[in-house]
């Protein structure tokens, strides 16, 4: 052990700050941190990667939506008009370590505006803030854009990249032949890849789950899902109904009507 002078020790913790000690054969002045200055670096550590981790959500959050009102739709803002689903969906949010290792998700359904894309955004938000890699997206932009792609298989293999992909308003998307046949070849990519879905749409769980096709090209898509999303019915008060009444009282009471 080589011997250690100490020059100087904190008046706090009573730990060495300056030594002296032999370095390559030559004594030498040294600082070292006492335990203050050790908990002191450690929590700076922490703010930078708090602050870090942050900035990164922030962009995150940014290539997710690229429709701003998605922002908004986070658990804070939640009416709370339908407890057990929001607690599912929280729930859904705190285990999604697993669901992702497994490639199992959601398949929200239940009649227009009954808040299953409100839902659906609260849950991505609440992931971007734990750090994971989301996209809120649709068929109908998804079969834009592959459609001005030559590469098809590169651009959809883009998608693998993300940790939780939210499919909005399922079944209003062109059920033409080459439509179907990018709509299935992502969602076969989106499998093989075993990657986690949330589904919203206005079709019912007997039409998408069942096992009567009517459509043999349709009826394939929705065997994909019904293999990796697990239903569940939204049947809230509408929250962009809510939002319209809301409008209508403030502007009624602002007019003193
Ligand atoms: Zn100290």
Known sequence: MEKVKIL???????????VIANFLGNEREFKVLCDCEEKEKAEQERTEELIQRRHQAQYNRSVAFSDSRFKDYTFLHDDGLQPRLSQALRRFCDNFERYKNRGKGLFLWGSPASGKTFLAGCVLNELIDRGYKCLATSLPTILAQSFDTKEKENFLRRFVDYDLILIDDFGTERTTESALET?????????????TLIVTSNLSVSTV????????????????????LFPIEVNGVSHRYKEAKDTYLSMKEELGL
């Open 209 to 228: 789950f069942t096992e009567q096709y009517k459509d043999v090209r349709l009826g394939r898509i929705y065997s994909r899902l019904s293999e990796c």
């Open 8 to 18: 100087e020790t904190c008046a706090v913790c009573g730990k060495p700050r300056r």
């Open 183 to 195: 709509i299935f070849a992502f969602f076969d990519m989106l499998n093989m890849h075993k990657k």
